[in-house]
Structures are given as C-alpha cells and as structure tokens.
C-alpha cells in the first residue's frame, strides 16, 4: 500500500532526453546496413532481412565494440546529445562535447557515447537531488547487459 507518509516509498523518475535515440544515431554512423546485413547472411543465413533483424545485428556490432574498449576508455570521453536537454536545461551544442576521441576507432568512440551518457545522467540526478539506489531502465538499448553493466558502475547501484 503506498502511502504520502513513507517517502522511500515514492518513485522518482529522471526522463533524459538523449538516451537510447542519441546512441542509435552513433550507431548508424558507424555501422551501416550493408555490414549488419553481410553479418545476419553470414551468421543467420537470412537471405533478406527485414529491419528488426538488420536494427538488432547492429545493436549486436555495438555492443561487441564497446565491450572491445577498456573500462573508463583511457580517459577518452563523450557527451552526445542530439537534442535540448530539459531536465537540467542544457541547449544543443553546435559540436558534441570530446576529449581525446578517436572518430575512426569505433569501439572507442562507441565506450565514449555510453560511458559519457552515463556519467551525464548521474551528473542530472545529483543536479535535482535524487539518491540512486536502483536503476530501471526502459527502451530498446536498456536490454544490452554491457550498457546496464555501465550505469550501473557509474550510479554503484543494482540495475
């Protein structure tokens, strides 16, 4: 039974602007249809493949090349963002924020995004105040147990 009483009982919820979107956006930067196309013919021996099979391998290239990265990426860092952000208002910069990125390294550029975007979204929840115990994530990335396995490090929480 929730009560007003019991504020440990209360849900609080951050909803960040440039999650899973921004990530995607990397992720067809990096890898085309083509490559995830020639992976799901040459693992799956799916002749044509519709776009959640093609949006999934590239998810599948992804997650390998961000595992293919050290933890913390060498100091390497991005904070990605395709869109205003309106929890702690932070307006679309002309050129993402980078420090030491390699563009032609995807595992590193890949490492950078989502660690980046972590640190991001923990820098938000201590700007309004929230004590992050539990993480539930939500959305297609959310499913990837490198992408949890990262926030979870970030926030030292349960996921």
Known sequence: MYSVNRPESILKLVCFQNGALTLETIRDKYITNEEAIARIRKEEAAVTPD???ISAMKW???REELEKAPVGNNGVIMI???KTEDVVRIP???KPFSRGLDETNRSQVF???VEGQAYFLKWIADEVGLDVREIKLTGGVSADPSVRRILSDVFQSKS
């Open 51 to 53: 776009e959640k099979q």
């Open 60 to 62: 599948k290239i992804f």
């Open 80 to 82: 990605p963002q395709h």
């Open 92 to 94: 679309l910069p002309e």
């Open 111 to 113: 490492r950078a995004a």
